[in-house]
């Protein structure tokens, strides 16, 4: 039974969300308990681009629905849907209708978290308008249940190994990452990627041992602050996912890499993202990274700009 003694439904609600560079570690892990195989990622988060979202109750519409502009996000306006009546049945308020507006930055299929972002933030937006927030575990079951894999937006923004397919984190590796400054380039011409054509798990069991090393050698990096370390395994979980993503551009973010004294690349391994990592605690980082823009230019690799890894 509706509380009618709750307030109406806000007029509005607005929420936002993060993207992200790629990642820096991916693959498969074995649990610790258990022993079974885990997918899991540690991505690059990134401040900006970030998606806003608007959810404007809508009398026109039937109690429920729930329409997105762009018209094509078909999975966050699914999410937005779900959320109204999570949040109508935490709240004791009506379950309405209404539109969801996104507005932000974040390129499309680039392997940015651009589906994950919109989906969170029209959520969040709907559950600014029921005048409640949902926890990060809520809006992960919500995010998984309709994606079936999701990328760790709505966590803070500490270093986490994510199981992306169970909406779960796995490990926790610290406060923040080791002072990196990147610069950010495309593959494949910056050609969106079909992540549902991906193979979901076809890791060997040599892989899935070489991956809980570097699981070790990730958390180490945390803990030291150590960039040099994080940069040789993120340039390893790079070469690794060339038999599931392989770029045609991987040797050349090598080659300029090692000339221009980076710590190592990473690379979107279900998107065409990459950047090279340069310590942040040197000087003349971003010099460095001047010069391996100009060596990636010559080979004919698009760069986008220069960043600090947020959190560091």
Do not use: W
């Not at 404007?56 to 078909?74: K, T």
């Not at 060596?295 to 760069?303: E, K, N, Q, S």
């Amino acid at each position: 039974m509706l509380d009618s003694s709750r307030p109406d439904v806000r007029a509005r609600g607005t929420g936002h969300a993060p993207s992200h560079h790629g990642e820096l570690l991916q693959g498969c892990f074995p649990d610790r308990t258990t022993g079974a195989r885990r997918n899991g990622l540690v991505t690059l988060r990134l401040d900006e681009p970030r998606t806003g979202a608007e959810f404007r109750p809508d009398p026109a519409l039937r109690p429920g629905e729930v329409r997105v502009v762009p018209e094509d996000r078909v999975n966050t306006a699914l999410a937005a849907a779900t959320a109204v009546r999570v949040c109508a049945r935490l709240t004791g308020r009506a379950v309405v209708g209404g539109r969801v507006l996104l507005s932000g930055g974040v390129p499309v299929g680039l392997g940015m978290g651009s589906s994950t972002s919109d989906l969170i933030a029209a959520v969040r937006a709907v559950a600014d308008a029921y005048r409640i927030s949902l926890g990060a575990q809520e809006v992960a079951d919500l995010a998984v249940g309709v994606e079936s894999a999701s990328d760790p937006l709505m966590l803070d923004a500490r270093p986490v190994l994510f199981a992306q397919r169970e909406g779960a984190v796995i490990e926790v590796l610290g406060e923040r990452l080791p002072p990196l400054v990147v610069l950010g380039c495309l593959t494949g011409g910056g050609a969106a990627v079909d992540t549902a054509a991906l193979p979901v798990d076809d890791y060997t069991d040599a892989e899935v041992a070489e991956f809980a090393a570097l699981r070790e050698e990730v958390r180490r990096a945390v803990r030291l602050g150590d960039p040099v370390l994080l940069g040789r395994v993120c340039t390893r979980s790079a070469l690794l996912n060339q038999r599931r993503l392989p770029k045609a551009e991987l040797p050349a973010l090598l080659g300029a890499a090692d000339r221009a004294g980076a710590v190592g690349v990473q690379v979107a391994h279900s998107g065409n993202v990459a950047g090279v990592l340069f310590r942040a605690d040197r000087a003349g980082s971003r010099t460095r990274a001047a010069e391996c823009a100009r060596l990636l230019a010559r080979d004919g690799v698009p760069v986008t700009g220069v960043f600090d890894a947020p959190g560091c």
